[in-house]
């Protein structure tokens, strides 16, 4: 159970926020956890699913959004969006249980989303404070100046769900999957 109330439904939301529930129940046939717990916030909503939105449109592909989600939840040591992304990034971006697991330890199966999982994980663990070389080798694997800024916005967007989580201890509502022993 959650430190702060989760709204049960969208209608006991703040009204501010339901139309960005719908939305959401709208495009993954319901409204897990996260999102009626941050509904409490109409703001933070708003700004957590714009900027998703705008990621989304951005020059990543699904799949290398989802390996940075797995790699960001398993070095921050939140269940909730390791459970959550297992399940979407196998379900949504095909990602296989090889590729998943590589994506935990913060790598790939693929050498191109090897290199911006590695420069994801390289930022949470320098807490962006990463060496020219890390920037040189991600851009050596093929990524433009625009998806570099973009995995950046992934590792920020990430950081923010696995500490709403793990601070607020939201309910998984996913298939529940345990982090890697240390």
Same mark, same amino acid.
């Given at each position: 159970?959650?430190?702060?109330? =989760?709204?049960?439904?969208?209608?006991?939301?703040?009204?501010? *926020?339901?139309?960005?529930?719908?939305?959401?129940?709208?495009? !993954?046939?319901?409204?897990?956890?996260?999102?009626?717990?941050?509904?409490?916030?109409?703001?933070?909503? *708003?700004?957590?699913?714009?900027?998703?939105?705008?990621?989304?449109?951005?020059?990543?592909?699904?799949?290398?959004?989802?390996?940075?989600? !797995?790699?960001?939840?398993?070095?921050?040591?939140?269940?909730?969006?390791?459970?959550?992304? =297992?399940? =979407?990034?196998?379900?949504?971006?095909?990602?296989? %249980?090889?590729?998943?697991?590589?994506?935990?330890?913060?790598?790939?199966?693929?050498?191109?989303?090897?290199?911006?999982?590695?420069?994801?994980?390289? !930022?949470?663990?320098?807490?962006?404070?990463?060496?020219?070389? %890390?920037?040189?080798?991600?851009?050596?694997?093929?990524?433009?100046?625009?998806?570099?800024?973009?995995?950046?916005?992934?590792?920020?967007?990430?950081?923010?769900?696995?500490?709403?989580? %793990?601070?607020?201890?939201? %309910?998984?509502?996913?298939?529940?999957?345990?982090?890697?022993?240390?």
């Amino acid at each position: 159970m959650s430190y702060i109330p =989760t709204p049960a439904t969208i209608e006991e939301a703040p009204e501010a *926020s339901r139309a960005i529930l719908e939305g959401v129940q709208k495009q !993954l046939g319901r409204v897990p956890n996260i999102f009626r717990l941050v509904s409490n916030s109409p703001a933070a909503l *708003s700004g957590w699913t714009a900027l998703q939105g705008a990621l989304g449109k951005g020059k990543l592909p699904a799949a290398t959004r989802e390996r940075i989600a !797995l790699a960001m939840a398993e070095a921050n040591g939140c269940d909730y969006c390791l459970s959550a992304h =297992t399940y =979407t990034g196998g379900k949504f971006a095909k990602l296989d %249980e090889s590729e998943i697991a590589a994506n935990r330890r913060g790598s790939s199966n693929d050498p191109k989303a090897a290199a911006a999982v590695e420069f994801a994980k390289a !930022l949470v663990v320098s807490r962006g404070a990463v060496a020219a070389r %890390e920037i040189d080798a991600v851009r050596a694997a093929g990524y433009s100046d625009a998806e570099i800024l973009e995995i950046i916005a992934h590792v920020a967007l990430n950081t923010f769900t696995n500490y709403v989580n %793990e601070a607020l201890g939201t %309910e998984i509502d996913f298939p529940r999957i345990d982090r890697l022993a240390a």
